[in-house]
């Protein structure tokens, strides 16, 4: 019984783990290469791209907590992404580069590279960070805000609702937001 206990709790830390190949304790450098980029995936209804910023801590951050998910899990076609992703290059001690996308639902994309930026064999990777995910959509209920402001307005203007009703609806999505 113990032993069960030990191995289901080792399980549970282990998934939230981050991939060890990337220790934040040997990072040298992190560039900012582009810190609110727009993919095709965009869906300014839910998120402006514009409203989001990659931080040099959302990558610490990331390194932190991202675990590896295979690219059926990844894939845009078949999960919920933001299409805003900002891009990030880290650089370690021992001279390995890291390129990063991250979104801020926390799906992150990486590419591994030499010195001199020549890739390595190893293929690109796909991970995910909850952590992640938790901590920047927190940073951006403004964002969301704003964007569900432009989406009822628009719908007001286009009378799919009632004049007035986005107000109404932008104050009950503000109340219910701010709940405990």
């Not at 952590?131 to 799919?160: I, Q, S, V």
């Amino acid at each position: 019984m113990t032993a069960a206990a030990l191995i289901l709790g080792a399980t549970a830390v282990s998934v939230e783990a981050a991939d060890r190949r990337y220790p934040i304790a040997y990072v040298q450098k992190i560039e900012i290469t582009d810190p609110s980029g727009r993919t095709s995936w965009e869906r300014k209804d839910f998120l402006s791209c514009d409203d989001v910023v990659l931080t040099d801590e959302d990558v610490r951050y990331a390194l932190r907590h991202m675990r590896r998910v295979s690219w059926r899990a990844y894939d845009p076609e078949n999960t919920d992404t933001t299409g805003c992703e900002g891009e990030a290059i880290v650089t370690f001690k021992n001279g390995k580069i890291l390129a990063m996308g991250i979104e801020p639902n926390g799906r992150i994309s990486t590419g591994e590279f030499y010195a001199g930026m020549k890739p390595t064999a190893s293929p690109p990777n796909f991970y995910e960070c909850d952590p992640c995910r938790k901590r920047k959509m927190a940073l951006l209920k403004d964002a969301l805000y704003r964007a569900d402001e432009r989406r009822l307005k628009r719908f007001e203007a286009e009378g799919k609702i009632p004049p007035g009703e986005a107000e109404v609806r932008l104050r009950k999505a503000r109340t219910e937001g701010n709940k405990p």
